[in-house]
């Protein structure tokens, strides 16, 4: 049986700030990218993002950004690999001792916006990412797009890699996501994104956005916890993935 997991970013409220529905996600999904405080989150809502996951027994992971609490972490920024690496350390060793402290076990990294993207195309900050996620833990996965730059470095340095893939997000030609600013980026139609998964999981290809035939490795699927139609998405996702007879599990 074809299986896929299921992940979503969450805990990306910060403050007073709300940002998403934890609380109505985290039953139908699989696995759970976890802000760390700095593109979104803060230490409470970190601790209580990890304390829900248990709950449900959904799988944990990092999610860590640039430092851009303003622009959420979707802003390009050029930093020094060794800076990125440290950076890296830091967050994930943070939400670490949340895990430790729940008795639950941080399974995966998944960096976050301008970070994943800008790391899916140079090798070198892949590899700055990678040495950061070995520091904290060497038995930690790193859930990258798949085909990227991402997923070779790990490979080469001996990171645990899931490819993973996008419900709600356009491709282009090259197998990289369209960016946000421009016009197509995001799916916002349930049905299509559906029918995408089902398609990605089953074919192992997506439809770029200028109609070529992208080949890709389907092990996760995300949604975003950000977007206004998150929860229907999820929901509508995991039925359809079961009513095709795949299997929505965790990779943990």
């Keep these: 049986m074809i299986s896929i997991d299921l992940n979503c970013d969450l805990g990306e409220s910060f403050g007073a700030y709300k940002i998403g529905m934890d609380e109505q996600v985290v039953p139908n999904i699989t696995s759970a990218n976890i802000a760390c405080g700095f593109h979104a989150g803060d230490p409470l809502v970190m601790k209580k993002t990890v304390a829900l996951c248990k709950k449900y027994g959904v799988g944990i992971g990092a999610h860590p950004g640039y430092p851009d609490l303003r622009g959420f972490g979707r802003r390009n920024m050029s930093l020094p690999y060794a800076e990125v690496e440290a950076d890296i350390i830091y967050q994930v060793g943070a939400l670490k001792a949340f895990c430790d402290g729940e008795g639950v076990p941080l399974i995966?990294?998944?960096?976050?916006?301008?970070?994943?993207?800008?790391?899916?195309k140079d090798y070198d900050l892949a590899m700055?990412?990678?040495r950061g996620i070995l520091a904290v833990d060497k038995s930690l996965k790193i859930l990258a797009l798949s085909g990227s730059a991402m997923i070779r470095a790990a490979q080469e340095i001996g990171v645990p890699s899931v490819s993973e893939v996008f419900a709600d997000r356009a491709y282009q030609a090259d197998g990289s996501l369209v960016p946000r600013s421009q016009p197509g980026a995001m799916i916002t139609d349930e049905d299509e994104a559906v029918k995408r998964v089902i398609d990605m999981a089953k074919t192992g290809t997506?439809?770029?956005?200028?109609?070529?035939?992208?080949?890709?490795?389907?092990?996760?699927?995300?949604?975003?916890?950000?977007?206004?139609?998150a929860l229907k998405f999820v929901e509508k996702i995991h039925k359809a993935l079961q009513d095709a007879g795949i299997e929505v599990r965790s990779f943990s």
């Design 108 to 120: 995966h990294v998944k960096p976050h916006g301008a970070l994943y993207n800008m790391a899916g």
């Design 128 to 130: 700055a990412i990678c």
């Design 206 to 229: 997506v439809t770029a956005i200028d109609g070529s035939v992208v080949a890709i490795r389907a092990d996760s699927v995300c949604v975003h916890g950000d977007g206004e139609k």
